[in-house]
């Protein structure tokens, strides 16, 4: 009840003071009732869905609007009051000045007209996020695009010069409403024609039925040596409440299950090798491995113990945070890994080649994109679909396509 108390007088200083702005703009009746009304509705649907939720009974559609369009009323707020209380800090001391310098008329119609010059130009600056996150919401978790990187390699075996493949990641097929726009974003990655497909987790929000609708949407994915995949955190139902232990154990199960119907090897701790005219490169997949309380399943030496330590490797585990903390600085050399997780936070400004930014930067170190330490790379891929939040602002789901290239010019 306390943190709903302190919500309510936080969110009420930006409602007084946004309030105010807006007021001080327009002085039409039925416009300033239309912005409570908005307001009442929009806290109304936020507090019905979340008062009292408890995130182990699921996380519905109506939960994700609700939140969306809280965050889309509560960010312009939040801009308007700090526009207007840094001008109010910088007119308190005028004021007191002008009290004992001018007359009342020439204080109060210079306040006037500043503080009415200071809401036009609040209101206009919060237009800008409301305008991006209504977009987000409804256009932008669907605007797949398609980021394609070349990774020059000395020791690639010569055989796979050129070699294409298809990383994918962060599916969360419980939030998807528009089966539509996931078909176009399989044929998407068909279109690649990459020679492998490999997804790095998190099929699912939390339970294997979410997949079902969409099983035979993804059951088209092609590529020529194959598809394979690994578990994020998600896909263990660790965010539920279970009836019992064994519930939660078929439910993994099933959805690993689901996944091998669909086309996928699930590697759980494994390797496979990858061959062709004569040389070879290894595979490897472990389970979900996060730091900061996120389930540590993963065990790399067990996934690489039957590869040998010269191997060419890619590797597939979920959360950066394991080639951070373990990859780097293990003992065998791997190449490329491909990671997800941190869907950059589906908040962000990104200008490819020139500048990349979002909240997700103060939480991981490597958290979206390509990145080199030691000789060795990783991609994190910001995700196919998106959590909690949904929609996307500037942060677009993404389909990465990586090409290996044997030679050492990374330029």
């Known amino acids: 009840m306390l943190r709903w108390i302190i919500f309510l007088v936080i969110f009420g200083i930006a409602d007084i003071y946004a309030f105010q702005a807006f007021k001080t703009v327009s002085k039409n009746n039925w416009l300033q009732i239309l912005y409570w009304f908005i307001t009442v509705l929009v806290i109304g649907n936020f507090v019905f869905h979340y008062y009292g939720f408890n995130r182990s009974d699921g996380f519905s559609h109506g939960h994700a609007y609700a939140f969306g369009f809280f965050i889309a009323l509560l960010v312009p707020k939040m801009v308007v009051l700090a526009i207007m209380v840094g001008e109010d800090i910088f007119r308190v001391p005028q004021a007191v000045f002008r009290y004992f310098t001018e007359g009342d008329t020439a204080k109060g119609n210079y306040f006037a007209s500043r503080r009415q010059f200071i809401s036009k130009i609040a209101l206009g600056i919060a237009t800008i996020p409301l305008a991006s996150i209504i977009y987000g919401i409804y256009k932008g978790r669907y605007n797949y695009k398609v980021l394609k990187y070349t990774l020059h390699f000395e020791d690639l075996p010569e055989a796979f010069d050129g070699y294409k493949l298809t990383q994918i990641s962060d599916i969360h097929s419980g939030s998807f409403d528009n089966m539509d726009k996931v078909n176009y974003a399989v044929d998407l990655i068909n279109e690649q024609q990459s020679d492998l497909i490999l997804f790095t987790g998190d099929m699912v929000n939390n339970k294997a039925e979410e997949l079902v609708p969409y099983k035979n949407i993804f059951g088209k994915l092609k590529a020529k040596d194959g598809l394979f995949s690994v578990l994020g ?22 959805l690993k299950n689901l996944q091998r119907d669909i086309g996928f090897d699930v590697l759980l701790n494994e390797s496979r090798y990858l061959e062709r005219n004569g040389e070879r490169i290894a595979l490897i997949g472990v389970e979900n491995w996060g730091a900061g309380g996120f389930k540590t399943a993963g065990d790399l030496k067990k996934a690489s113990s039957v590869i040998d330590k010269n191997d060419f490797k890619i590797l597939m585990s979920h959360d950066p945070s394991h080639w951070e903390r373990k990859v780097i600085q293990d003992d065998y050399h791997y190449h ?12 962000g400004i990104e200008i490819p080649g020139w500048f990349k930014w979002s909240p997700a930067k103060w939480r991981y170190k490597y958290w979206a994109g390509i990145y080199e330490e030691l000789g060795q790379y990783i991609n994190v891929n910001r995700g196919f679909g998106y959590l909690a939040f949904p929609g996307r602002v500037g942060i677009w789901p993404e389909i990465t396509v990586i090409e290996l290239k044997k030679g050492a010019n990374n330029a």
């Open 233 to 254: 955190n998600h896909d263990y139902g660790d965010y539920v409440q279970w009836e019992s232990e064994e519930a939660k154990k078929q439910n993994l199960e099933d």
């Open 336 to 347: 490329l890994t491909l990671s997800g997780h941190t869907h950059g936070m589906q908040f």
